[in-house]
């Protein structure tokens, strides 16, 4: 008999072996695991153009080629689901402005014929909520390639240096409504928004490749220009390149789990019998003593990360509480376990002693048990009674305490 299975007998009937009650209905929901903070964080890296929405360069008047100029970013965030992340995000750029009779300018200055380019340069900081209407609208899967995302956005840009590159001329153009030209260029911070889409492609379980498209609205004076419009702006189309760091279960992304609720055991009976009888052909490989209690066949299920006994497992607490008082001559240990996906060691180690003090608590105060004759055990996750699911292991069950046998298995 190979290693595996005897260490699977031994956990079954040293820790002690688990016999499952027949009477509960089996329930199972797909459910993601259970996050922390500090899971699901993403940093990326970003560049592209940019284009102006300020005078003279708007989409419904002229649209110029030569007007683009870079721009980089680095973004920071946390996935709080498969649909919905938060980031930061910090952008760097230079923007051009256009002194240009534009026909709005024309009609109010006949005769004026000032143009000429300049530049200025943005620094901007945002915090995006970022909807993936992929997993909105349809099931998450985690291997799922391509996702299409939501930029909403509202942060603050500083623009700066335009006094540099600005033609002195702007003073004289009556139509820009700039009577204080060194009180219109100096360096100014403005409230902004922004909105737009994203194509993300993963490339393995660490990268994404996003592409996005967004468009942006400040104040007017962004460019030291103020007639016409309400607002100056500008977009962007750039690539970026996102990694997600590590989460505690040494995952990069999203994980689903099978998460039983009120669950009926009985399938796993097959299987203890199993082991049972591969304990007996053992002994006639070698001997070795192990102690076996016998198991009642009552056992206390719980939900993922909880404690509470619910209304179905209650009828488990209630059948052990009668067969102690049918059997007044037996004392029960009561050992509780945690599956080993719900969170860290300690942590789970904390939660199997407060099911098991949940249990205890409920056979003494509401089924009046003697206290006397009852002892607790937890073994959190170091134990893991069962190898079929591991959700079968958010478990508590009631050991007999004089009850001991002589068994043998080969290692």
């Known amino acids: 008999m190979n290693k595996i299975k005897a260490t699977l007998i031994a956990a079954v009937i040293a820790l002690p072996t688990l016999t499952m009650a027949q009477d509960n209905e089996l329930e199972y929901a797909t459910a993601l695991r259970h996050y922390k903070f500090f899971d699901n964080w993403f940093v990326g890296i970003y560049g592209g153009t940019t284009s102006p929405l300020g005078e003279n360069v708007r989409p419904r008047e002229t649209f110029r080629f030569d007007t683009q100029r870079g721009n980089a970013s680095l973004v920071i965030g946390k996935s709080f689901s ?3 992340a938060l980031r930061i995000a910090g952008s760097y750029t230079k923007q051009v402005g256009i002194l240009e009779r534009s026909s709005v300018m024309k009609s109010r200055d006949a005769g004026i014929n000032t143009h000429g ?6 620094a901007s900081g945002f915090i995006d909520a970022v909807p993936n209407f992929t997993n909105i609208f349809t099931k998450y899967r985690e291997t799922r390639r391509w996702n299409v995302l939501g930029i909403l956005g509202v942060g603050f840009v500083t623009r700066w240096d335009l006094d540099n590159t600005m033609p002195k001329t702007l003073r004289d ?8 030209f060194e009180e219109a260029t100096k360096n100014k911070t403005f409230f902004a928004v922004r909105a737009g889409l994203g194509l993300s492609y993963m490339l393995n379980k660490y990268f994404d490749i996003n592409l996005e498209a967004m468009i942006h609205a400040t104040d007017d004076d962004l460019d030291g220009i103020r007639y016409d419009d309400k607002y100056d702006g500008w977009m962007n189309l750039n690539l970026g390149l996102v990694y997600h760091f590590l989460d505690h279960y040494g995952d990069h992304r999203f994980k689903y789990r099978t998460a039983g609720l009120d669950y009926d055991l009985s399938d796993i009976h097959r299987k203890i019998n199993e082991a049972k009888k591969d304990l007996e052909d053992a002994k006639k490989e070698k001997n070795a003593k192990i102690k076996q209690r016998r198991i009642l066949d009552m056992t206390v299920s719980f939900i993922i990360d909880k404690y509470y006994i619910t209304d179905v497992q209650k009828r488990n607490v209630e059948a052990v509480a009668n067969y102690m008082k049918s059997h007044p001559d037996v004392n029960v240990t009561i050992c509780g376990f945690a599956d080993v996906e719900t969170a860290y060691p300690a942590y789970n180690m904390r ?8 249990v205890f608590n409920m056979l003494v105060n509401e089924f009046g048990v003697d206290p006397n004759r009852l002892s607790i055990d937890y073994k959190g996750d170091v134990v893991q009674p069962y190898s079929l699911k591991n959700e079968w292991n958010r478990v508590v069950v009631f050991a007999l305490d004089e009850y001991e046998t002589e068994s043998v298995i080969s290692e």
């Open 351 to 358: 939660l199997s002693k407060r099911r098991v003090t949940s």
């Open 173 to 180: 153009v009556k139509g820009y409504q700039v009577t204080d």
């Open 82 to 84: 498969p649909g919905f």
């Open 117 to 122: 380019y300049y530049d200025f340069k943005l």
